[in-house]
């Protein structure tokens, strides 16, 4: 059984700060990572996804992949209230998901 | 391009009856996922059909069950229904199902309640 863990936060930053999302995984094997947005009631959507090590950047959007220390990132510059929601860490080609980290952005 | 449908969107069902969900892919998507959603349990993947075949099962009961057809439609089916299955059920399509990207695109969702 693959592990993907996040903290459930709830994470709270003042607008047009950054806020940083984390999620470690255990399966070593792990190839594709991914980064999803669900609003309250609504379906989760992909925000990002990232194969290799290093930085990848889309928008305000940073993922960040570190394969040795098994961990990947999501970074968001400039937070927005309309950034308020529940960020979900996938990994590898099941899909399995970490429980969520709850951001809220503040006015 | 319509984007992935699940009927019905809220079910209230009783103990013990079961239930079938339905998913359309998106036109041209081969693999369709299940997964479930609890507010304690996260996201928690079923399993995935490609090719009208179950390729991948998640640790759910045998309760839970589920099929493909050739147009790459997709049932769950859920018997002897208890208290605990009342959870969000989404579908997610995918294109290019390989180790290396696998990104879905979910379904709206069905909202079942047990009784």
């Known amino acids: 059984q693959k592990e993907v863990e996040q903290n459930s936060g709830p994470l709270s930053v003042p607008e047009g700060a950054i806020a940083s999302l984390n999620c470690t995984y255990s399966d070593r094997g792990s190839q594709s990572f991914f980064w999803y947005r669900q609003y309250s009631g609504k379906s989760p959507e992909l925000i990002m996804f990232i194969y290799s090590n290093g930085d990848k950047e889309d928008g305000r959007f940073t993922a960040q992949l570190n394969k040795a220390s098994q961990y990947v990132s999501l970074l968001i510059r400039d937070s927005q209230p309309s950034d308020s929601a529940t960020y979900l860490c996938a990994v590898g080609n099941q899909f399995y998901f970490g429980t969520g980290t709850s951001l809220t952005v503040i006015p | 391009k319509a984007g992935v449908t699940q009927t019905p969107r809220y079910l209230i069902k009783t103990r013990g009856q079961q239930v079938t969900l339905s998913c359309s892919p998106i036109s041209g998507h081969r693999s369709v996922s299940w997964y479930q959603q609890t507010p304690g349990q996260g996201l928690q993947f079923l399993f995935e059909?490609?090719?009208?075949?179950?390729?991948n099962k998640g640790n759910f009961p045998g309760r839970f069950s589920g099929r493909q057809f050739s147009n790459s439609r997709s049932e769950m089916n859920v018997s002897t229904l208890e208290l605990g299955d009342s959870a969000l059920y989404l579908c997610?399509?995918?294109?290019?199902?390989?180790?290396?990207?696998?990104?879905?695109?979910f379904g709206p969702g069905t909202r079942l309640t047990v009784t």
């Open positions: 059909y490609f090719s009208e075949t179950q390729r």
């Open positions: 997610a399509s995918s294109i290019n199902p390989t180790d290396w990207a696998y990104e879905q695109y």
